[in-house]
């Protein structure tokens, strides 16, 4: 049971334009949101996180938009550079529930 | 400052061996995580430890146990080993009173392989 769906396995994109990575989720509880980024041999990085409270959230050159209604988020990257090629993982949580739950992960290429 | 280190970095073992990885938590993080990460899929929590004992835990049967040190370090043990249990390991610590902030640090972790 997939309770956090990551629809794209990859993304390719140019540099200098915007990356959009999208995430499903079902479980109504979820109510804080996650998004890490994880280098080959390396730990999950975290990113950037929205609470169910807010419609967005901007971090620099990340920003990440929630729709409960539809039960969406999505992570626009603007501008991709090419350091930013890596895979994108959405995670959820529910209130005091302390265990993340992620997606299967989006593999984003940014090519010079 | 150290992050969240993971001992070892790979490892080899047999079906129906046990294993032990290891993990020491971020200097100022007092709770550690587990997740499993199989080839192609997301990390899977397994269980969190604070103050020694185990707070939550995932969907994991009882070969995975865990311990945590007085020291925050923290300990995944696999028992009857299966060949499915061939995935990468992470450690994440955290600082529990962050609450909502949920600033989980990972580590790089193990990398299993059950032949």
């Known amino acids: 049971d997939q309770q956090v769906k990551q629809n794209s396995p990859s993304l390719s994109v140019q540099e200098g334009r915007i990356s959009i990575l999208n995430c499903d989720y079902t479980n109504s509880m979820f109510d804080y949101f996650l998004w890490y980024k994880k280098y080959p041999a390396e730990g999950p990085t975290f990113l950037i996180s929205i609470s169910s409270i807010k419609d967005k959230n901007e971090d620099g050159r990340f920003t990440v938009f929630l729709n409960k209604s539809a039960k969406h988020l999505s992570l626009h990257i603007v501008p991709s550079q090419p350091g930013d090629s890596a895979v994108y993982f959405c995670a959820a949580t529910a209130g005091s529930n302390y265990k993340l739950t992620f997606g299967k992960g989006t593999l984003l290429t940014v090519n010079p | 400052d150290a992050g969240v280190t993971q001992s070892p970095t790979h490892l080899i073992k047999t079906r129906g061996q046990q294993v032990t990885l290891r993990c020491s938590p971020k200097?100022?993080?007092?709770?550690v995580s587990w997740y499993q990460q199989a080839l192609g899929q997301g990390p899977q929590f397994i269980f969190q430890y604070y103050e020694e004992e185990e707070r939550q835990r995932g969907n994991f049967p009882d070969r995975f146990s865990g311990h945590q040190f007085p020291n925050y370090s923290s300990e995944l043990n696999v028992n009857a080993l299966l060949l499915g249990d061939s995935a990468l390991y992470l450690c994440?610590?955290?600082?529990?009173?962050?609450?909502?902030?949920?600033?989980?640090?990972f580590g790089s972790g193990t990398r299993l392989t059950v032949v």
């Open positions: 200097s100022g993080h007092d709770t």
């Open positions: 994440a610590s955290s600082y529990l009173p962050a609450g909502a902030d949920y600033g989980y640090t």
